[in-house]
């Protein structure tokens, strides 16, 4: 059970958006969160949303497959939606009991709702166009410039390629272990909530220590192979900024600008 | 900071694997649509096993990834979840864990009422705290309709978790799978 989930959704594709620097995808994603946290009207709005479909058109993943990511939000929208409409003081339109929904709450509840739908919907073409390696390397990039601060730029990178490494043999790991601990009568299924947290310690506990074992055995391997860190070290993919970064990178502080201007503008 | 051992990398490597894979283990609530995940256990058993330092590396390090790829609880992840609504509870654990991890170092055997302890103030007063500012922030809600939706269905079944992490904390510190602070054969 455990084994049928994939890490990551990258659907490899030729798309203008899957052939853009991993680093212009990152940042160009942070832009366009700050942008979206700055319109506060419909206008500014509309204008995001024509960007943001533009954008998922450009990537050319079926908009179905899109849109499923959008799902898991669902009931936090709901619930943005309903307590905005009526916990807003303003002018009151309609009353269900003691609930009283102003003007206000609707628009501020549907701009709010709306935002968190972009959000999720936008966002998550960052990992269905980019392969784990270029994202690791677009991060590890981004931050090198920050290593005079004292971050540790090239390890955090070598420690997110280990985690990402490990991640399908501990899934592993876990659906084999509770399978094992089933099998000697363990009940990961039935009981009340204090039956049930107990009986994570027996998958726990043989988990973890195996998940340790696995990291000493991991750094004996590295170190007889005179894995030495980031100083020196070539790499084998180098990241090159072409045109399209750079007109994608101004698309995005323009959308930034814009949406200033929208705010700070009547 | 203090340069990181090989053997501290492949340590906060493998758990951040780990704390991926906790999220797919969940245990379902009857009361509530959110089901327990086991990633709270991670985080408490991040302090208490690896320490501050490296407990707090740990879950930075898994944060990084979840910046970029799907593996928060649920399978959800990209820079958007950072800005969403549930941000804060992510954001907080790198806190959370070096909170547990101090505390439950100023002893070389801690009891099982100080990890529970420990984990009682991280895992949950630093969880929740930054996880439902933000969550009103975001959602544009009053302070306490979001602590009735973002904090109170949950603290019943964060206690016994915590209560849970302390028990295999104690059971894992008998292994001796970390020295704690760790690096010394490297």
Redesign the interface.
Known sequence: MLRDITLGQYIPGTSLLHRLDPRTKILGSILYILALFIVDDLPGYLVITVFSLVLVALSGLPWRYVLRGVRPIFYIVLFTLVLNFFLTPGRVVWELGPLKATEEGIRLGIFMGWRLLLLVLTTSLLTLTSSPIALTDGIEYLLTPFRGLGVPAHELAMMMTIALRFIPTLLEETDKIMKAQMARGADFETGNIVQRARGMIPLLVPLFVGAFRRADDLATAMEARCYRGGVGRTRLRELKFAARDYVALAVSVLLVAFSLADRLLP | ?Q??S??E??????????M???G??E?P?PFS?VP?T?QT?GVM?AGA?LGSRLGF?ALA??D??G?????FA????????F????GGYILSWPLAAWLIGYLTEQVPRPSFLRIFGANVLGGILVVYTLGVTQLAL?????LL?AIA?GALPFI??DL??C??AA??AQ??AA?R??PRQAGAQ?
Request: avoid cysteine; charged fraction near 10%.
């Open positions: 900071m340069k990181l090989l053997r990398m492949a340590y906060i490597g493998v758990f951040a694997a780990l991926t894979a906790l797919y283990v245990i609530l649509p327990i086991g256990f058993l096993l590396l390090v898994f990084l990834i910046l970029v790829f799907p593996v649920g399978g959800s992840g990209g820079p958007g979840v800005a969403g609504p549930t975001v959602a544009h809600i009053d309709p939706k019943p079944g016994i978790k209560a849970v028990v295999a059971r894992l292994h799978l970390v490297s």
